[in-house]
């Protein structure tokens, strides 16, 4: 859409007219806007406004957002499947930077995966990453935010949108067992962590998990678990994963470890934060082996030059 006062370019985002008569949704429309607002990050998503159109076909919640090109990481992984290690390692950092920023501020994003991650080409050769979507997120009080933690679907209005149905990776499932809070289950199934298929009080190391599944995605071309919403939710909560390493044997070994040490089950034995997770990768790559490869691909380019000089 074009904003009439500036001419600037943005994009909106609506939910379906049918939808917009219940509270629940409207609700979660509206903590994802708080949610963005709270944010000033260059890899988070720019809300700009939330508001309730009164149109001929009924009342429609909408968003305005900053308009991105590009598109998503799953359009890129659906392409290429595994991507090389350093755009891994440039994507993840920008990716690590957004939602450390969100936990600082108290929020958890409990849906990060492929699909709300956003590549936009920045001129230069390479790309910004955009982190969106947080509709699902969980907005702690100031109580909340000092002890770290928060509980999956706090709100006991919001329905269950998906009971048990899951026809693709992209989809969010929300799986309600009953109108209170305790044993609900929302989030996307290949990309939660053990105590969100659980249905228990998340803190931001849930968050570490996600990036861990996503890291392997990258790395791989696959997630760690495949097959129905049920089957991948009980894999995530009681067996390990394949070594990231057997998928992708150019993986160094030190940052396959920490790829696998985000996948923990115990949230105590995982990175305890999206930017020291960021930091490790980052480390794990540009060691003396890295550094070695460097020298190597330097000298056969001009091997011509370095020839000549020797001689």
Request: proline residues 6%; aromatic residues 6%; neutral net charge.
């Amino acid at each position: 859409a074009t904003h009439l006062g500036t001419k600037r370019t943005v994009a909106v985002k609506v939910i379906h007219p049918q939808l917009s008569s219940h509270d629940q949704f409207v609700a979660r429309f509206r903590r994802e806007a708080e949610a963005a607002g709270r944010l000033r990050h260059p890899n988070v998503v720019d809300v700009t406004d939330f508001g309730i159109a009164h149109t001929g076909s009924g009342p429609i919640a909408y968003l305005v957002m900053e308009y991105l090109d590009g598109c998503t990481l799953a359009d890129i992984i659906s392409e290429e499947g595994a991507l090389p290690i350093a755009w891994v390692i440039d994507i993840l950092e920008q990716v690590c930077a957004a939602v450390e920023e969100a936990h600082r501020a108290g929020i958890i994003h409990r849906d990060l995966k492929p699909d709300n991650i956003w590549l936009e080409p920045n001129g230069r050769g390479g790309c910004t990453v955009k982190v969106l979507d947080f509709g699902l997120v969980k907005l702690s009080s100031a109580e909340e935010i000092d002890r770290g933690s928060t509980r999956i679907n706090a709100d006991p209005r919001e329905p269950a949108l998906i009971r048990g149905e899951y026809l693709e990776e992209s989809a969010t499932l929300i799986k309600s067992d009953s109108l209170t809070a305790v044993g609900s289950v929302m989030g996307t199934p290949a990309y939660m962590s053990p105590e969100q298929c659980r249905g228990e009080y998340l803190d931001t190391r849930s968050d570490i998990y996600s990036l861990g599944v996503v890291a392997y995605r990258l790395l791989t071309g696959e997630t760690p678990f495949a097959g129905s919403p049920h089957d991948v939710i009980e894999l995530h909560k009681t067996a390990q994963p394949p070594p990231v390493r057997e998928k992708n044997r150019k993986l160094p070994r030190k940052m396959a470890r920490i790829v696998m040490s985000a996948l923990a089950k115990s949230p105590a034995e995982r990175p305890q934060s999206a930017a020291g997770f960021a930091a490790a990768l980052r480390a794990s790559w540009e060691g003396p082996s890295h550094l070695l490869r460097q020298a190597f691909a330097l000298y056969s380019e001009h091997f011509p030059t370095f020839f000549k000089i020797a001689l």
